[in-house]
């Protein structure tokens, strides 16, 4: 008998006042009786709708119905044979856009918490005592992976699990990608992460850390004189986007890049780390996206005051829904139709105001989308002592400089085919390389195609 | 494993050392740099290629002592390994059509402009050095500058060593006294760079300085180590380190530089507290 309550099963999470002093995570995942329940809100539609939303189509009904009958492991299998990061996808994605605003039981109540079960499966998973990893023969082809976050990740995966000698390159010391080094621990506990890679390197990956290709090696000797028969780009989208405005370099200002790589990366919110950080007392934040988010709650819990200032009004925020809720719990005031023009300084070089321009939207042009446009004369200040750019990257141009015959987009996307093919004979490319800054499902669903089509290349050669 | 090969003291507070990284050493031109950790808890800091040799596959870094993690650098010794060693990164010194070059270093600044007057004297660039340090027992690496360069210039603050005086004194009498130069290279203290600058345009001599803002991944990921170039922001891990001298916002980069202060006296007095006790 599937449970009909209209309204799905809570996550337990920690109380709002508490979580924004401390970086444990947030979401502490639905209990075994809990996951059983929502599982029972699943009507096992024929059609899986819910599936058509989700990037890589899990199969949604099939793992949920394993859950409700208790199997864990099987649910897992199922998942697993369409997406390799579950545990990450589970908290990440933009579940209310995706899988869940496909679900029947969204028209008259809540979607079923597909996100949160996908989530517990994988908790699960993880939990269990580690099975030994069967290496798969090796079939004497080696392949390369540029960047190791997840479009990374699960290229390097796939072909590993097809006996390929597969090394990724990561240019940090970490390997993970923004899950290492954007994505804060209370939203994606780096345990996880690495996890996933310690999982790689049991299938016989390696991972070479400190390796800049473009600099410490380029692409075309990684093919000549290091023999890899093709290559898999996922350097991601990380080179920072500033406003061009007056007061951007001044002392306190931080891109959102930065102001994340030192807490995640360098760990600087913890007692006595090497690396410094400076939220100050109060904290703007302008952006409005997931990294604007994740930039104002790390900052409210290094003590600030936060303000996250943003152009349009609350229903055009490109952030999951869950994040903004959770910010406003957390105590975060957003201030809409505002716009940034300059930033005013202290006598000595530090941030003192963000001088903004106040806005409205207008009529919606032909795209749909109302542009928010300025209203004359209309300005505040706000005060702050810290502020954190958080509008946008695009892709880093180094690896396009130093490859020959590698096309780009005039905005720095690698151009890439269907199955990931770039412009040059056994090279691929994938994730936010090639989107634009984009979601963690679609990169690893872009990781994973490009592992196919690498799979057919090398094998045809 | 990025081991220390060899470690020399050059003088009280600054110290050579040799670090096994082949492929960085494959690489590495004059000009760039690398970002190292000492440990796996540590900063990532970013010193200057001062050498390499491709053959052994090592790697040449001169670091002056000046906080926590230069003070951890100081302790590690012969046989060590650091954490991590990554490059090379930014963009190799140009060299191209230059006849003669004056190289104006200051301080340990003079670690970074070494290798520059060392790869230009070796192309048959004419190189006049002309560096500068606060006092003799501060002088570092003169024999090495005099075998790579036509003409040496010593300068000290309080003259215990060459003569006494700024390198931009030494620099205006040679150009006074006719010296053409087609390009002044200068790498020191930002202040001592920004009146090399100021001088070089009143002769309007092209001029180009090496800029060392605060890092942290050196790829153009987080742009804390911005500065403004002739009024465009640019990032000085990939479109530098070196920038034409007459376009960089000077003032701008010292305010930056100095972002960091309070924090790191702190985090010095503690690293050096916790080798005074195990000691
Ligand atoms: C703060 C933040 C929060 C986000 N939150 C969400 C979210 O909640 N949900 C969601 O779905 N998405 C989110 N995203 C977006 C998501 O993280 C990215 O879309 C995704 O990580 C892209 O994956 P990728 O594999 O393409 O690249 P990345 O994760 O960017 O990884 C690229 C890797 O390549 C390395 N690299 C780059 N150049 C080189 C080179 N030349 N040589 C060697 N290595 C190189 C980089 O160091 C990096 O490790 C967020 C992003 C950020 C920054
Ligand atoms: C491209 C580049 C090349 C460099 N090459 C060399 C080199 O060859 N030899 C060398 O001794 N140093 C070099 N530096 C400077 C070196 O990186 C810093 O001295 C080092 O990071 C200090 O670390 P710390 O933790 O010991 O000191 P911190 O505690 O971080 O700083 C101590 C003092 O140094 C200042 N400082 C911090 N970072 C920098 C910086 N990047 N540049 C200048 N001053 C800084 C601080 O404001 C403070 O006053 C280079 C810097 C860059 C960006
Ligand atoms: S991967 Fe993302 S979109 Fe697909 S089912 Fe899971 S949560 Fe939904
Ligand atoms: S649409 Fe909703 S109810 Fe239907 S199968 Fe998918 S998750 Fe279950
Ligand atoms: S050091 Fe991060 S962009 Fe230059």
Known sequence: MPNMSPTRNEMPVQAPDVRNKNFSEVALGYTEEQAIDEAKRCLNCKNKPCSTGCPVQIDIPAFIA?????????????????????????????????????????IKGEPVAIGRLERFVADWHNAQPEAPVEKPAPNGHKAAVIGSGPSGLACAGDLAKKGYDVTIFEALHVAGGVLSYGIPEFRLPKSIVQKEIGGLKALGVKVETNTVVGKTISVDELMKEEGFESIFIGSGAGLPRFMNIPGENLNGVYSANEFLTRINLMKAYKEGSATPIKAGTKAVIVGGGNVAMDAARCAKRLGAEVYIVYRRTEAELPARAEEVEHAKEEGIIFKFLTNPVEIEATEDGWVKSVHCQQMELSEPDASGRAKPVPIEGAFIDVDADCVIMSIGTSPNPLIKSTTEGLDTQKWGGIIADEDGLTSKEGVYAGGDAVTGAATVILAMGAGKKAAAAMDQYMQNK | MFEILEKRSLNPTVTLMRINAPKVARKAEPGQFIILRTDADGERIPLTIADFDREKGSVTIIFQIVGATTEKLNHLNEGDCLQDFVGPLGRATETEGLKKVAVVGGGVGCAIAYPVAKKLHELGVEVHSIVGFRNKDLVILEDEFRASSSKFVLMSDDGTAGEKGLVTDA???????????????????????????????????????????????????????????????????????????????????????????????????????????VK
């Open chain 1, 66 to 106: 394993q859950v409700a009958e208790g199997n864990f492991a099987e649910a897992y299998k199922i998942i697993t044979k369409s997406s390799s990061l579950p545990a990450v996808c589970g908290r990440v994605c933009p579940q209310e856009t995706q899988c869940e605003s496909k679900c029947v039981r969204g």
């Open chain 2, 171 to 277: 620099l205006k009498k040679l150009i006074e006294s006719g010296e053409k130069y087609d390009r002044v290279i200068t790498i020191g203290p930002l202040i001592m760079m920004k009146f090399v600058c100021r001088l070089t345009k009143e002769y309007e001599i092209p001029t180009v300085a090496s800029m060392n803002p605060i890092m942290i991944d050196g790829t153009g990921m987080c742009g804390g180590c911005r500065l403004t170039v002739g009024g465009q922001t640019k990032f000085a891990c990939v479109d530098g380190p070196e920038f034409d001298g007459h376009l960089i916002d000077f003032d701008e980069a010292m305010a930056r530089g100095a972002m960091y202060k309070p924090f790191e006296r702190h985090a010095y007095e503690e690293a050096c507290n916790l080798f005074k006790e």
